[in-house]
């Protein structure tokens, strides 16, 4: 069952033609190579032939295009090309597509959260172990309860987290609070494990006048500036290369910081994924890029977002180191995220993780995802898989965890959720000037007269705007 | 995606290009040096490097000194770290200039040419479907409730035709921008203009797309003070007094303009003449004052009419002067 995820509907690329037959000097032949044009890959390790490729003649690219198992006919005989000598080969072989094997996915805890035998796993202690469950289950209650409170038409949107909890709270738990995080939208788990009050997330969620972000934005799109944590944006994958920019920023100030920055699966179709593997590459940027690969962009099936093997494999190509590691293990996200944010700050350099996770709740409030994926798939994973009770089972095999804290934990954090909604939903509005101010750092004369007229139109028709928002 | 340009320069005919400009902040007059708008530029980014030692320039080509030779000297003087290329990707620039001016640097981004803008566009706005320059830059503050910002960001572009730049070196493509609350444009009309606009563009704490004449780069040479000095923003410039028409214009535009009063004074007509300078947020209170002396205005630029900054000038003029307009139709009418 486990295996849906990973199902390929095509077979891999056949291994290549060895024929001498097909064999020709290099820039000899130019009709017949340009005939192999169309299916030539740029080598991955090598951007400098990345070069040849975008050349108006196509006499170099099939001669050009090594593989790690064509051998050079001579180590001497290379081309010095800027970047780097590339060696030559009489072997015409096209490079195939992906490997014949998938990335392995790293996990230190199976399916029944016991820990498996030689794992290579950064220590947790009771504290810290204690703590992350705590946290992991403080986001799956909230979550319930706004999800709750969204249907009773008492918040206008949600969005759960409901099957990655262990990528939100512990990859959180693995950085240190001077680590800047650029989010996309669905890790509140951080800035909740740098503790965002739940009455924080309530008035965001509300649009009271307590917002940080002062009732601008739909729910979820949280930011707070004392937790380093950026404000969510909803365009995808926008803040990929701002992190970059910010990693580069910690870098010039010689910080022992690293940008942090996440995206989906569908994320990385974007420019803006491209565009950063590439700037944080180029600048050795100390930047942990962390995938959540969850399965489902909304409605589309990662099957239809991309033919790699997944994300991890995308790195490569920009000379970026990159892990693939189970998402819904809290333990192997911590060490994995623990480690490549000190290679990122100790060697300034960028850093891929593909976390494999599930999306068990819909895409939002506004989603039905029954629709269009099978409720067997999202059982299974809720389940079988949940990165939850799989993290509770390692907690409790330690004996760091009994029923009695698990009651005490779940009812106090339920009264906590009640009494935030009661505070959050009682709050006033923020007042009609919120709505001109910060857009520039101060309101222009045209925003002015833009107040003055609404000001205006209110004064004349006070039954037509809303009787809550203080003017 | 930028193709490269190199011959432009020297294909311009040489010809001063005169304003009345007078230094309105500071330039002792002490100092001054005859500069094209290229070297005043260079000048302007010389002095942010090194009065602040938080900021950076970078983009395509720029560690050589960039394809119209705006930034040469730079990363010699100031080294590779704060003063180098970028690949070739708009959206990543832009991109990484909002994270590096979010973390409190002066990021001076420069997009090769403004036809190449368009990948930027949406690190840039409002509208969560517009686009780094517009759902980016320009909401940062405000999306955050001021607790973030990327104030220091400055995106420097060459815009406007030169004669025989074709469809993909020759756009105008301000307006876009002017939609976008939250971000300022500003384009400057002359080298001494250039070098204190573009001081303060790069030390406003806005976002900033700052619209280099590229006509200009060589054509226009001024007398440019060569001390550290700024020229407010939002702030429009008579730079012609007359009482007939009132003339509104920006960037390059404005030499054409300028040939155009002098023209219509033979004929008897006199012209009022105003650099909008910065388009948005613009100085409406100028414009407003100089129809409400002439009864007309006329407004010209090099970008397409439709959807032009020209129809939000004259559609706000137009509800600020009616009676006063109109007044200058009745007089004008004759039976």
């Known amino acids: ?471 | 995606m930028s193709t490269k340009f190199g011959r432009l320069v020297s294909l311009v005919y040489k010809r001063r290009f005169s304003t009345s400009t007078s230094i309105q902040k500071g330039g002792s007059e002490q100092g001054v040096k005859s500069l094209n708008l290229c070297s005043a530029i260079n000048q302007a980014l010389h002095i942010a490097l090194d009065s602040d030692p938080r900021s950076y320039v970078f983009g395509e080509d720029v560690s050589f000194g960039g394809v119209f030779r705006c930034t040469t000297g730079l990363a010699d003087q100031f080294g590779k770290n704060r003063v180098f290329n970028t690949p070739l990707c708009e959206q990543g620039i832009v991109g990484f200039g909002i994270g590096l001016a979010a973390m409190g640097n002066r990021a001076i981004a420069e997009i090769q040419f403004a036809d190449y803008i368009f990948p930027a566009f949406d690190q840039a706005s409002y509208l969560p479907w517009l686009g780094l320059i517009v759902n980016e830059a320009a909401k940062f503050r405000y999306r955050s409730g001021n607790q973030f910002n990327c104030g220091g960001l400055t995106i420097r572009t060459p815009y406007g035709a030169v004669g025989h730049g074709g469809h993909y070196h020759s756009q105008s493509p301000e307006a876009f921008f002017c939609h976008v609350p939250g971000i300022k444009v500003v384009i400057p009309r002359s080298p001494r203009q250039a070098k204190g606009l573009l001081l303060s563009c790069i030390r406003d704490p806005n976002p900033i797309v700052f619209f280099e004449p590229k006509w200009l780069y060589r054509l226009a040479v001024e007398e440019v003070p060569e001390d550290d000095y700024m020229l407010p923003l939002s702030e429009a410039e008579v730079i012609r007094e007359g009482s007939d028409v009132t003339l509104v214009g920006w960037g390059a535009q404005l030499s054409i303009m300028e040939q155009a009063c002098t023209d219509a004074e033979k004929e008897g007509i006199s012209c009022e003449l105003i650099d909008l300078k910065t388009l948005i947020p613009w100085d409406k209170e100028k414009v407003e004052a100089s129809v409400n002396k002439t009864g007309r205005l006329l407004v010209s630029h090099e970008a397409p009419i439709t959807g032009g900054f020209g129809a939000e000038i004259s559609a706000s003029i137009v509800e600020r002067c009616f009676s006063r307009i109109l007044d200058a139709i009745k007089s004008t009418v004759k039976y």
Request: aromatic residues 12%.
């Open chain 1, 1 to 471: 069952m486990a295996s849906w995820l990973f199902a390929r509907s095509r077979t891999f690329f056949s291994t290549p033609h060895r024929s001498k037959s097909f064999f020709f000097l290099p820039f000899l032949n130019h009709s017949s190579s340009s005939s192999f044009r169309s299916t030539t890959l740029p080598h991955r390790n090598s951007p400098t032939l990345f070069c040849f490729s975008r050349h108006e003649s196509t006499k170099a690219d099939a001669q050009l295009e090594l593989d790690h198992d064509v051998t050079e006919d001579d180590v001497n005989q290379a081309i010095d090309f800027p970047g780097g000598k590339v060696g030559f080969t009489s072997e015409m072989r096209f490079i195939s597509e992906t490997a014949q094997k998938r990335v392995p996915c790293y996990r230190v805890l199976d399916d029944n959260g016991e820990l498996l035998k030689y794992s290579d796993y950064v220590q947790v202690s009771k504290e810290m172990g204690v703590k992350m469950y705590s946290h992991m289950v403080t986001l799956q209650t909230m979550d319930s309860i706004f999800y709750e409170v969204q249907r009773q038409g008492r918040i206008s949107f949600y969005l759960t987290q409901m099957g990655e909890e262990a990528v939100n709270i512990a990859s959180a738990a693995a950085l240190a609070p001077d680590d800047i995080v650029l989010p996309q939208y669905r890790e509140p788990g951080v800035l909740l494990w740098r503790g965002f009050t739940l009455q924080q997330f309530f008035h965001q969620c509300f649009g009271n006048t307590f917002d940080l972000g002062k009732g601008r934005q739909m729910p979820i799109h949280y930011g707070s500036n004392k937790h380093n944590y950026f404000t969510v944006s909803s365009p995808i994958a926008t803040q990929l290369p701002q992190a970059v920019g910010a990693a580069y920023s910690l870098k010039m100030d010689g910080k022992s910081a690293c940008a942090v920055t996440f995206c989906g699966d569908g994320g990385t179709s974007e420019g803006d994924f491209h565009a950063a593997m590439n700037f944080a590459a180029l600048m050795d940027a100390p930047v942990v890029f962390i995938c959540r690969n969850n399965g489902w962009a909304i409605s589309t099936p990662v099957q239809e977002q991309f033919r790699s093997d997944g994300i991890v494999v995308k790195g490569k190509a920009y000379d970026i180191w990159g892990i693939r590691v189970d998402g819904n293990d809290a333990l192997a996200v911590y060490s994995a995220v623990h480690t490549a944010r000190e290679i990122a700050i100790r060697e300034q350099r960028p850093i891929l993780i593909e976390a494999l996770t599930y999306r068990v709740g819909h895409h939002s409030t506004s989603d039905d995802s029954t629709k269009y994926r099978a409720i067997d798939e999202i059982e299974y994973w809720k389940m079988a898989r949940n990165p939850v009770s799989r993290f509770k089972r390692w907690v409790e095999r330690n004996g760091w965890w009994s029923d009695k804290d698990e009651l005490e934990l779940r009812s106090s954090i339920k009264k906590q959720l009640m009494h935030a909604i009661q505070v959050a939903e009682k709050a006033q509005k923020p007042p009609l000037e919120d709505m001109f101010t910060d857009v520039y750092d101060q309101v222009p004369s045209n925003l002015q007269e833009q107040e003055r007229l609404l000001r205006k139109s209110i004064e004349k028709h006070p039954k037509d705007y809303p009787s809550d928002v203080p003017l």
